[in-house]
């Protein structure tokens, strides 16, 4: 293409800027070749001239499409150069944040300076086993690719991890071991893999500092061989390390740290291990402070070093050698705080014997003080005739005593690699091996000395190899395309090599200038440029003599020459090296023992063994320098890594702040160049860079193809056409075997024809669309301009019509408007003249009443006037009169008294005064004497009365006198009559004391009954309110539309969790028992001996391989019926029943107390039995006698217990039917009501089966005791009944006549019972039932009293629950409605959970009854058949042994009742039979779960002749069978799935036969006959359950390792619709031959469905229950899910908008498949659902916040980092549809995460849900059971 076809109008380039190292741009006018100018436009649209020359400044670089940035590969870019690179890295970091990117064979890793959660033990399991393209780039792809190639090619590998400090180098290659230790784990118990994972943390100690660019930058170089056996399984490593920067132990630039081992320890100073250290704080040190600063931000050294000395303990350096090592990392502190003293001539110094750190420093390595003071500040120097003792000058010495510390620290470093070595080297032979290097990258700073310059030259080294390597690879892919093969030419930099290393090249001169006895820096800088002028690669600086340039490949860069000769030395003096030789201890001894060097060993195997020895002493060891030692390691690890195949890592540090995600592209360019990244896309871009295959490139641009090209059917054919039609220059392009290979840019060009073609296609569409749409707007604009007119037109005809109808209608309106409004003038103005003369007449008349009125009031007013003068002219004529009498009569007065003064003063008037005074005193004397008179009469009278009363005085006296007398005689009758009266008041006053009592208790007991009808009203109000409150909040949860209360989930979500946790510990309980039997094996394997071989005698053995314990009948415990009841109960109340557990558990243990105490009771009383019968043998009637009264004995008490279990269960019954009944609000109270009367109702219905046995035996007695007496005695006589025989029941004596009759089949009378005794019994009977009666008489009256008592006992108990429950509602008053809901369901549970626990305990007091009565029954019966079997013994032997069958009391004969009978010797085959050889294809015509059945008939006949052993020998040889049976096919799935069906099978036959009521509602009545009747079997249904849940797991893991190769294949690859899967640019090419692309294609869907068929169909086949059928594929759904989902999101490539369509159309598939085979509804559809969402999330649009909104309430089952990651890896497929915008990405990444979000990016694949076992009875009964004659089975016998 030409120039002018390229650079045209938008297209955009890429221009050089000083600040982003290139910026983007647009061409915005067309460039003609040879213009000068090219006229650009920026993204800021600032327009720019950019000037173009042909030699000066080319044309700027093209962009690639934006479709193509963002690759996961470099190399699939278009355009191949720096800016593209460049520009993609940074897209790729900042946007979705990815931090890997390959570019061909290199991994690119930017650190991103933040902990990223893609490093899990899930992304391990993701990437293990996939090819590198597959997935999205990651360190764990490399580890992968490195580790298949080794399995495949069987040659070992090699991962180069490069990059400067600070760029991630040391955790890419701890990522990297990582995975091989996870992959490839140890089989052993050596756990070498953590070994080698415990080897970093010590490695980072003493070899990683602190420096400005990197907080944990390492500090030297290191090759990590991780062994392999030959089924690749870590056996060891080995490490080699190369050039310690041993400078850093006594120098540190500013800001920076020495090794972190210093700082840790000295953190650690205070503890007590430490103390003997002598430490203090690490600024206190000269070493450790330099920096200036000792601490890291976010790191705690103390915890460090226990991380440190846990990986020392893991590595097997025991505790004594770490306390050595740091001995010696403390002396080197102290050794660095020793102060040098200069003399006064300044030419010798001293160091004083009391410098405390020297003390510390010869302490700790166990030196002499003053040998080491005295060398510290000397030197000894040797000639050839003599040796002299040489002061040294201050500076000598410290630079002796710094060189000192840095020998000892290169020592213990080495031997702790070695020690590191020796502990992971193994004895096995090593397969293969991977190994790791973890190298410096390429450095340059403002000085660079002599460690730079080793690192630079390494990476020169390893640059030659990178490159050689690439190039390599390119001519293997052109030679297999077979394209013809052109030289390409990239930089060698094998003169830059040899500069370095050939012969008189740097490290030849330095080495002999530092042989010269006065060799300097200078001189060896002069003869540098002398010799070295005319290289390409060597310069000298224009002002500096001692430095020089050397230019690398990366970057020029120049050396000082100071110190390189003291570096290449490395100076030790030898006195100082004896000194610690010498030392007491044997670890500092050992540092500097002298060891030969040893030649190395070519072989096909690299040795273990460090690659720089240790170094030795200045006379011998020295005499290599380091340049020489690196040059040598150098040269071996290039050996190691060219007999390896390469995989490279390259990292890159975004910027120099440790900011994260922060991209500087000067700094990533610098590195990019130094790293060979860019080396490698030139070497790409220089030949075919982008390569397609045949039919990816026809999927593409098949769009530019015409019709006539298409007819050719070969693609190959099509595609070489299209090309050679579409690009006219032959050189652009080549037809390889598979694939079609391009030239950079030719992509570009064709995915711009391809847009071109799209656009004009478009542009057609939109012209055809746009035409269709006008003309379909013209006909509706043309339809509505008809109707508007055809509407207007009736509109004005209706508007005309209108306008005549109201011209007519105003016209009348004038008219009568008119008449009105002159009728209206005519009637006003007639009201005018009315009113007008109303009010002339009105206002005349007032006029003429206004005179009248006047008149009338002047009237008024005169007579007023006049009277009042009338009345004034009265009054002033009478004051007048009254005033002249008064003066008249005053003047009479004064006459008057004038008079009398005159008379006063005369006789006359004072006679007049006596006359009166003389009549008042003779009144009052008369008046005196009348009352004197009165007063004598009175006297009289009282001394009458006073002579009378003196009289009757003396009359009373006399009398009192005779009473006296009297009073003697009737003393003791008045006592005796105050006694009495005094008893009968005290008789009163009980009588009303007991009346007040009684009234009182009456008062008491009336308060209480209101008390308590309160109480019950109060609690139905509670009830009534928590009903209420319960339908609120059903009315709640089922308008918010959830199926069942949150709650609910949460406990059943608690159920699942407790259940999976149970089966993760059966299932690491499997794994160890696998692990013991593995061991076992081959132990016997290792002792077997030829000669011996297993017979079926010893075969039948089988029992004593169990794992079980046996099991005794008498031990009681249901656990599996346990666990049936908590599941029928729920979580909540299984909860609250482990108090309830823990009482059975006692209860069981007392019950087998008792157990064993009533059988030593039942010993003795037998014992005491047959010591009677001997002495009484001698006669027979009298041994009848005792036997008779023996059998009387235990049939009463058998008797007797049976009636009294009888009536406690009706009472039990009673009362329980009572209590539900009263409590019929709690639902779950109701459910355990129920279940405890089935239970009682069961064991009533056993003991009734017990009474009917024991009527049959007494009949079976009867019966033989008559049989001895017609043979014994001729005469019958009634015996004496024995006082110590138990008297019998009249009726159960008949009972047992008519049995008698019924067993013998003959017609007898009731005087045969005379005879036998049987009226005496019937006697003796009547008279203990009269005793009876009396007892029951005395002992309801004691229950009367005890009813009394107890019902004083209940009313203080309802005092209180009155009490408490009014505490309870003042305290669920004061609470809020939520939390007095809550309260009170608490309340009500701890109410139920308690009256549960008393139930339990009835129960257990009935059953231990029950359980006595069964033990007496059973041993009874065994007297029983001991009688049978000595009279069968009288009888004649027969010829041939028939089968031993115990006598047993049967109550009626059957032809055939389920069982199977077979002989001893006969066990071993019949497990080898039906479950060792038995293969399922020879069942499948039969019954489901045939074996099953028939080990279920043999265990029932165990139990119908109740042979405990025998049933233990069954169940446990069973399970043990069915163990080997699936040990040795544990691949197989039909095998697998035919025994979990039988094994269930079995367990559910345990139960239905088990005689529990819980098991038997669903048996016929057959079946309940069929019922074991002797032994507990539930210790083994737990044991089988606990087998069934292993098989289980195994089942899952056989069939998800089937389909786990197909499902991403035919879930995101395959296309299920044709054609939508689009194809995008990648220009991929295989980066690695792993990936097989001439093998058969991926696995469609179909082929996924199918497998699935074919696994429920072998289900189905096999009679599985198809509730496990349904977890089984609900399991492996899940799987299905977890692994798509991963790949989703771990892929670029399939997350597209196509990829969301196909991935909805598989699920809807896999639904289909679902349903269609009825089972839906095992929650397996649920489990596809992430997936789903995930294909819708790809579907939706993804730009506005709704649409952010939108995905958040659509993908709930997906987290926030899912969702996050998906919308990142988003890729369109064509340039039309739109990438998601990072705000948008942001803006959900910003949203508050879900608490259910899990940390974890990825699925866990291994999940596994808890499997639950339904019991699920069967319907087929066993007396119908057909057993083939093709199973060999002829040796069982049916019963």
């Not at 399984?233 to 006594?250: D, F, P, Q």
Request: neutral net charge.
């Amino acid at each position: 293409m030409s120039v002018n076809e390229l650079f045209t109008k938008f297209t955009r380039v890429w221009i050089p800027d000083p600040a982003d190292v290139w910026k983007a741009a647009e061409i915005v006018r067309d460039y003609k070749e040879g213009e000068p100018v090219l006229h650009l436009q920026l993204e800021d649209e600032t327009p720019l001239d950019y000037p173009v020359g042909p030699k000066t400044n080319p044309l700027p670089f093209l962009r690639n499409p934006d479709i193509l940035v963002g690759e996961n590969d470099l190399t699939a870019l278009s355009y191949l150069h720096e800016p593209a690179v460049l520009h993609n890295l940074k897209v790729r970091f900042l946007e979705p944040n990815h931090i890997y990117t390959y570019c061909g064979i290199v991994l690119v890793a930017i650190n991103p300076y933040e902990q990223l959660h893609i490093y899990g033990e899930e992304v391990i399991r993701a990437y293990s086993g996939q090819n590198m393209g597959d997935m999205d780039p990651h360190i764990f792809a490399v580890a992968e690719e490195a580790y298949k190639q080794m399995a495949r090619d069987e040659r070992n590998q090699s991962i180069i991890v490069s990059g400067e400090s600070g760029a991630g180098k040391t955790v890419s290659a701890k990522y990297a071991m990582r995975f091989f230790a996870t992959v490839g784990g140890s089989t052993s118990d050596t756990n070498v893999e953590e070994k080698v994972l415990a080897s970093n943390p010590i490695m980072e100690a003493i070899g990683n500092a602190k420096t400005t660019r990197n907080d944990n930058s390492s500090r030297f170089g290191k090759y990590i061989q991780i062994g392999f056996s030959r089924r690749y399984h870590i056996i060891g490593a080995n490490m080699r390390t190369y050039l310690l920067e041993k400078s850093r132990v006594v120098f540190q630039a500013e800001e920076e740290r020495n090794y972190h081992i210093f700082y840790q320890l000295c953190a650690s100073a205070g503890s007590p291990e430490f103390r003997e250290l002598g430490l203090t704080s690490a600024e206190d040190f000269t070493f450790t402070s330099m920096g200036e600063n000792i601490f890291i931000d976010g790191v705690n050294d103390a915890e460090d070093l226990e991380k440190t000395r846990e990986a020392f303990t893991l590595l097997g350096i025991r505790d004594g050698s770490q306390s050595s090592i740091f001995r010696v990392v403390a002396s080197i502190l102290h050794l660095g705080n020793v102060d040098v003293i200069l003399d006064r001539g300044g030419d010798s110094c001293h160091v004083s014997k009391d410098d405390l750190h020297l003390q510390h420093f010869c302490r700790l390595l166990g030196v002499e003080l003053q040998q080491m003071e005295h060398w510290l500040c000397h030197r000894k120097l040797v000639t050839a005739s003599e040796t002299y003792v040489k002061n040294m000058s201050g500076q000598q010495a410290e630079n002796a005593r710094d060189a000192l510390a840095k020998h000892i620290y290169a020592r213990l470093f080495a031997w702790i690699v070695e020690h590191i070595n020796k502990s992971l080297h193994t004895s096995a032979k090593q397969h293969s091996f991977i190994g790791v290097l973890d190298i410096y990258g390429f450095e340059t700073f403002e000085v660079n000395s002599f460690e730079q310059f080793c690192i630079n030259y390494a990476n020169e080294k390893l640059q030659q190899q990178f490159n050689s390597h690439v190039f390599k690879l390119e001519q293997e892919e052109y030679m297999k395309e077979q394209i013809p093969w052109t030289l390409i030419d990239f930089y060698d930099n094998q003169p830059c090599i040899d500069l370095i290393e050939a012969r008189l090249g740097i490290l030849d001169l330095l080495d002999e200038e530092c042989r010269v006895p006065k060799g300097t820096d200078q001189n060896w800088a002069q003869k540098l440029y002398k010799q070295n002028s005319s290289s390409a690669h060597f310069q000298k600086p224009r002002m500096s003599n001692v430095s020089f340039i050397i230019i690398h490949f990366a970057d020029k860069v120049e050396y000082q020459c100071d110190g390189f000769l003291e570096k290449n030395r490395d100076t030790v003096y030898e006195e100082q090296i004896n000194i610690l030789k010498a030392s007491q201890f044997q670890l500092v001894a050992d540092l500097f023992h002298d060891k030969d060097d040893v030649a190395p060993q070519k072989s096909s195997r690299v040795n273990v063994r460090p690659a720089k020895p240790a170094p030795k002493g200045p006379n011998k060891e020295h005499r290599k320098t380091v340049g020489h030692q690196f040059r040598s390691s150098l040269q071996l690890l290039m050996e190691t890594l060219n007999a390896t195949t390469p995989h490279y890592v390259r990292c890159i540090k975004p910027n120099d702040f440790k900011e994260p995600f922060s991209f500087d592209s000067k700094r990533a360019v610098q590195q990019l160049r130094a790293c060979g990244v860019l080396e490698t896309i030139r070497i790409s871009a220089a030949g075919y860079p982008s390569r397609w295959t045949y039919a990816d490139f026809f999927n593409r641009y098949r769009v530019l193809l015409k019709k006539s090209d298409m007819t050719s059917a070969d693609k190959k054919l099509v595609c070489k056409n299209l090309l050679e039609t579409l690009v006219k220059e032959s050189d652009m392009f080549q037809f390889g075997k598979t694939k079609i290979f391009f030239r950079a840019g030719q992509v570009a060009y064709l995915e711009k024809l391809r847009a071109d073609r799209f656009r004009s296609a478009c542009i057609q569409i939109q012209k055809t669309a746009r035409g269709w749409l006008q003309r379909v707007r013209y006909r509706k604009v043309r339809k509505m301009a008809v109707t508007l007119q055809r509407y207007g037109r009736g509109y004005l005809a209706r508007r005309h019509a209108d306008f005549l109808r109201q011209t007519r209608a105003a016209l009348i309106c004038q008219k009568q408007a008119r008449m009105l409004r002159d009728r209206r003038a005519f009637l006003r103005q007639r009201r005018a003249v009315v009113t007008i003369q109303a009010f002339t007449r009105g206002m005349f008349t007032r006029r003429i009443y206004q005179e009248f009125l006047l008149h009338h009031k002047a009237l008024v007013i005169q007579k007023a006037v006049r009277g009042w003068l009338q009345r004034r002219r009265f009054l002033l004529a009478r004051d007048a009169a009254v005033t002249v009498q008064c003066a008249f009569r005053r003047l009479l007065a004064r006459r008057r008294l004038k008079q009398l003064k005159v008379e006063a003063r005369s006789a006359e008037g004072l006679r007049k005064l006596n006359t009166g005074m003389e009549n008042k005193i003779v009144q009052l004397q008369r008046k005196m004497d009348d009352q004197s008179k009165d007063l004598r009469l009175q006297k009289d009278q009282l001394l009458q009365v006073n002579s009378g009363l003196g009289l009757e005085v003396n009359k009373l006296q006399k009398q009192l006198e005779q009473a006296r007398s009297q009073q003697g005689g009737g003393a003791q009758v008045s006592s005796l009559q105050e006694e009495l009266h005094k008893l009968r008041e005290e008789l009163q006053e009980a009588a009303a004391h007991r009346k007040r009592s009684e009234e009182e208790h009456a008062n008491e007991k009336m308060g209480l009954l209101q008390r308590v009808e309160q109480l019950e009203t109060e609690n139905a109000l509670l009830k009534s309110e928590k009903e209420e409150m319960n339908q609120k909040i059903l009315k709640q949860s089922k308008s918010s539309g959830e199926p069942g209360s949150g709650a609910a989930a949460a406990l059943q979500k608690e159920l699942d969790e407790e259940r999976l946790r149970y089966q993760n510990h059966l299932k690491e309980f499997t794994r160890l028992e696998q692990r013991y039997d593995n061991l076992k094996e081959e132990l016997s394997i290792s002792q077997f001996q030829p000669g011996h071989r297993r017979n079926p005698s010893n075969q039948s053995s089988l029992e004593s391989d169990s794992n079980f314990p046996s099991i005794s009948t008498s031990e009681v415990g249901d656990t599996e019926d346990s666990i049936q009841l908590v599941d029928e109960a729920g979580v909540e109340k299984a909860a609250m029943d482990i108090g309830l557990f823990m009482k059975l558990q006692k209860r069981v243990r007392e019950l087998e107390q008792e157990r064993k105490r009533l059988q030593v009771n039942l010993d003795k009383m037998e014992e005491l039995a047959k010591r009677r019968g001997s002495e009484s043998r001698s006669s027979p009637s009298e041994q009848e006698i005792a036997d008779q009264a023996y059998n009387n004995l235990k049939r009463q008490e058998l008797e007797s217990e049976n009636k009294k279990l009888k009536s406690d269960l009706n009472e039990v019954r009673k009362s329980v039917a009572e209590r539900a009944s009263q409590s019929d609000s709690s639902s779950e109270l109701q459910d355990g009501y129920k279940l405890l009367l089935s239970q009682l109702k069961s064991a009533n219905e056993e003991l009734d089966a017990r009474k009917e046995e024991v009527l049959i035996l007494r009949t079976q007695i009867v019966s033989a005791a008559q049989q001895r007496e017609n043979d014994l005695i001729e005469s019958s006589k009634v015996p004496e009944v024995n006082n110590s025989s138990e008297p019998v029941d009249k009726e159960e004596a008949a009972k047992a006549y008519h049995g008698l009759c019924e067993s013998k089949n003959c017609r007898q009378d009731w005087c045969s019972l005379n005879e036998d005794g049987e009226l005496g019994l019937a006697y003796q009977g009547l008279k203990q039932v009269a005793r009876l009666l009396e007892a029951q008489l005395q002992t309801q009256s004691r229950q009367h009293k005890d009813e009394l008592e107890a019902l004083h006992t209940q009313i203080e108990l309802l005092r209180d629950d009155i009490e408490k429950k009014q505490e309870l509602l003042n305290y669920t008053a004061a609470l809020s409605p939520e939390a007095r809901v809550e309260y009170s369901v608490q309340q009500e549970i701890t109410r139920l959970t308690n009256d549960n626990l008393d139930l339990k305990e009835l129960v257990e007091k009935l059953e231990k009854n029950e359980r006595k009565l069964k033990k007496q029954l059973r041993i009874y019966m065994k007297k029983v058949q001991e009688l049978e079997v000595a009279q069968a013994a009288a009888q004649t032997s027969r010829s041939r042994p028939e089968l031993s069958r115990q006598i047993t009391v049967q109550r009626k004969e059957k032809d055939f009742e389920g069982m199977l009978e077979y002989y001893k010797e006969d066990e071993a085959l019949l497990f080898k039979t039906l479950i060792t050889d038995i293969r399922p294809n020879t069942v499948s015509a039969t019954v489901p779960c045939l074996p099953a059945y028939i080990l279920f008939m043999c265990i029932r006949h165990a139990d119908y002749v109740n042979d405990d052993q025998k049933v233990e020998s069954l169940l446990t040889s069973t399970i043990n069978s069915i163990k080997k049976v699936l040990k040795k096919n544990n691949e197989d799935f039909e095998m697998t799935c035919f025994w979990l069906a039988n094994t269930s099978r079995l367990l559910h036959c345990l139960k239905q036969y088990s005689g529990d009521e819980v098991f038997m509602t669903q048996n016929t009545s057959k079946q309940n006959e069929h019922c074991l009747k002797n032994f507990d079997l539930a210790e083994y249904r737990q044991v089988l359950s606990d087998l069934s849940i292993q098989i289980y797991q195994q089942l899952i893991k056989v069939a998800e390792g089937i389909i786990q190769p197909m499902i991403v294949s035919a879930m995101l690859e395959s296309e299920s619709i044709p054609s939508l899967a689009g194809v995008k640019p990648m220009g991929y090419r295989n980066r690695s031959s792993s990936m097989d692309t001439d093998g058969p294609g991926g696995y469609t869907l179909q082929a996924l469905i199918r497998q699935l068929g074919q696994f429920h169909s072998t289900m189905q086949d096999h009679g599985l229950d198809p509730e496990i059928a349904g977890q089984v594929a609900r399991q492996l759904f899940h799987c299905i899910n977890a692994v798509t989902l991963n790949n989703l999101l771990l892929r670029k490539d399939v997350c597209s908008w196509s990829t969301g369509m196909q991935l909805r159309y598989n699920t809807s598939q896999m639904e289909e498949w679902l349903r269609a085979n009825n089972l839906f509804q095992s929650k397996a559809a649920a489990a596809l659902e992430p997936v789903i969402q995930a294909a819708q999330l790809l579907q939706v649009k993804k730009k506005t916040t709704q649409d952010a909104e939108a995905i958040c309430s659509l993908c709930t089952a997906l987290s926030t980092q899912q969702i996050v990651k998906i919308l990142n890896l988003y890729t369109p497929l064509n340039e039309f549809e739109e990438r998601v915008s990072v705000s948008f990405i942001r803006s959900i990444q910003n949203r508050p995460p879900q608490s259910s979000d899990p940390p974890q990016l990825l699925l866990d694949t291994k999940h596994m849900f808890p499997v639950l076992f339904p019991y699920t009875p069967s319907a087929l009964s066993l007396e119908n059971m057909h057993i083939p004659a093709s199973l060999g089975l002829d040796f069982l016998v049916r019963v």
